[in-house]
């Protein structure tokens, strides 16, 4: 990003026309040609004339090239101009920034933006900055010419905003089964993996001891919700015992995580006839 501060100021007869009709910015390559952005004042106070901030972004792909001679250019639109007003500025390099990290280029950024906000204040005679304990930061009126000036500035700068926004670098979660085959080893060599296998022998090894098991998970799960019908006229309690029954399950290696998914699905449409459907 190239931040930069301006001033279209006139001794006497301002036109009526805003500052962001009558005037562009234009960042042109080191040819002085080839233009690579353009933006327009923000007629934020005294319809954008007088002093003020703007910034041309790129992303990282598009970024010119660090520390070279470009040429900041504020130009008068020819629809409003018959010979357009020109003003040239050439970059230096002592103009960019010499901090290597994100979070001290942000700082940055946010120290020069609250020092131009400073001389803003005393040029528009509107207060944007506030004191706190935390340092110097936007009032309103700073916040809106901030974001207004240079969209995305909130995230760029969150300390210099009393309510911070700052985007996070999060890591795609890829899902894998490894934890339901990690849970149903669990007991291999155990006494307790004795007895399951044990139980697959009393079947002739024709069913998985682990189908037995969630079977026998199911099965106690309906009991519970047979009883709660039959003793207080509701299953409530039963959902919830039957919840812990096949999480624990799952989580022992005795009751299937695809089955106990699906039944999730349709805890979910019951739920959901519970909370709504009775009362529709």
């Excluded at 280029?105 to 609250?114: A, E, K, P």
């Excluded at 089964?177 to 296998?197: A, S």
């Excluded at 699906?262 to 009775?278: Q, S």
Aim: proline residues 3%.
């Amino acid at each position: 990003m190239i931040a930069f501060k301006y001033t279209i100021a006139y001794s006497s007869g301002q036109p009526t026309t805003p500052a962001n009709k009558l005037f562009h910015f234009r960042l042109m390559d080191t040819d002085g040609v080839t233009q690579l952005g353009a933006i327009e004042p923000y007629a934020y106070n005294n319809a954008g004339y007088d002093m003020g901030y703007s910034a041309f972004y790129f992303t990282a792909a598009d970024a010119p090239e660090w520390e070279t001679a470009l040429v900041l250019k504020m130009v008068g639109n020819p629809q409003y101009w018959e010979t357009p007003p020109e003003v040239n500025y050439t970059l230096t390099a002592s103009d960019y920034s010499q901090l290597d990290t994100k979070s001290e280029n942000q700082t940055l950024m946010g120290n020069w933006i609250i020092e131009v906000c400073r001389t803003l204040e005393i040029n528009w005679g509107i207060k944007l900055l506030t004191e706190t304990d935390q340092g110097t930061i936007f009032n309103e009126y700073g916040s809106a010419y901030g974001t207004g000036t240079i969209p995305g500035l909130q995230t760029m700068c969150p300390k210099i905003f009393s309510t911070q926004s700052q985007g996070l670098d999060l890591t795609r979660r890829t899902w894998t089964m490894n934890k339901l085959d990690e849970w149903i080893h669990q007991w291999d060599g155990t006494m307790v993996g004795d007895v399951l296998l044990g139980l697959e022998d009393v079947f002739n090894n024709s069913i998985s001891w682990q189908a037995l098991t969630s079977l026998f998970c199911v099965v106690l799960v309906i009991g519970c919700f047979i009883w709660g019908l039959a003793k207080h006229g509701d299953n409530q309690g039963a959902m919830i015992a039957g919840s812990y029954i096949l999480a624990g399950g799952t989580d022992m290696g005795l009751f299937n995580g695809v089955l106990l998914a699906i039944i999730v699905v349709g805890y979910a449409a019951y739920l959901g006839h519970i909370l709504m459907g009775r009362n529709a």
